[in-house]
């Protein structure tokens, strides 16, 4: 489930025997990780209803990785116990539990491993992909959440299936129509064009925090335009910087540009941030 990276060697500045300990001790650490994992689904999967339980990416990489985090999505057709029940099931070992008004996200900590369990209702899951791939009239509804929930259903790793019903959900996030991203594509592009206004408006205002949250509105809606015109969903926040780059269709000099943009170097002033963010919105709407 886990991966193991390469070994690492003398030139990375580590002797074979440091190195190994590092190797061994992140073994370990991946090895915990599928252990939790395992466990929590072999508890939550005996509740009636519980059609499915996915890993969320977030807990691959190693466990001292800062994005670090064991998050699993619960797919259940039926009510799960309380959150006071859900805690002692879960172990006596849980720490800093919290559970959602709605009891639809419980948070707690396994020793120094933190752990998130979301619980989502099948029927729910099936009514936003019939908007998206047989209705179209409704799709204003799911335009301003964005993607992010159906790549969380594409790209989880399944660790728990009690039919069919996971499979069957993918199959038809994988072949959504042109009338999808056109939309989706349109919504967001709109989004960008307006950030790329008020980055100039707050350019020529010299008003700094409008211009701050105008630039991280700007590029994260030009990245999500490029999703859509790529037909991906969109990944979480942390995944957006390696994950556009590896995109099929993107404007000439995206990348050159994209990490111009990013960069905090002393002479990025507003005004030539603002002018590469025209270069880049001209470049994707050209697509």
């Known amino acids: 489930m886990i991966k193991t990276d390469n070994v690492l060697t003398e030139s990375s500045g580590l002797s074979f025997a440091v190195a190994d300990r590092f190797i061994i001790r992140r073994n370990v650490m991946k090895y915990k990780t599928k252990m939790l994992a395992d466990r929590f689904a072999s508890i ?12 969320n990416e977030a807990a691959l990489p190693d466990t001292l990785d800062p994005y670090y985090a064991l998050i699993m999505d619960v797919f259940c057709s039926a009510a799960i116990p309380p959150p006071e029940e859900r805690c002692q099931l879960y172990g006596d070992d849980v720490a800093a539990f919290e559970s959602s008004g709605r009891s639809e996200k419980d948070r707690f900590l396994i020793g120094d491993i933190p752990v998130r369990i979301e619980y989502k209702l099948t029927g729910k899951v099936e009514e936003l992909v019939s908007i998206a791939d047989s209705k179209p009239e409704s799709l204003w ?26 499979y069957d959900i993918r199959k038809r996030l994988e072949n959504l129509g042109d009338q ?99 270069i880049i919105a001209r470049g994707i709407i050209a697509l």
């Open 141 to 166: 509804l799911i335009k301003d959440s964005g993607t992010y929930g159906f790549y969380r259903l594409d790209r989880g790793e399944i660790i728990f299936s009690r039919n069919d019903w996971i």
């Open 44 to 55: 939550v999967s005996l509740w009636p209803g519980v059609e499915c339980i996915a890993l």
């Open 180 to 278: 999808f991203w056109t939309e989706m594509r349109n919504a967001v592009q709109s989004k960008m064009e307006h950030f790329l206004l008020d980055l100039g408006a707050a350019c020529f205002q010299g008003d700094d925090f409008h211009y701050l949250i105008s630039s991280s509105g700007f590029i994260k809606t030009a990245c999500l335009t490029l999703f859509c015109v790529n037909r991906c969903f969109e990944p979480s926040h942390r995944a957006y910087n390696n994950q556009v780059r590896s995109l099929a269709i993107l404007p000439d000099s995206f990348i050159a540009e994209f990490e111009t943009f990013l960069s905090n170097e002393q002479g990025m002033t507003m005004e030539r941030r603002f002018a590469l963010a025209k």
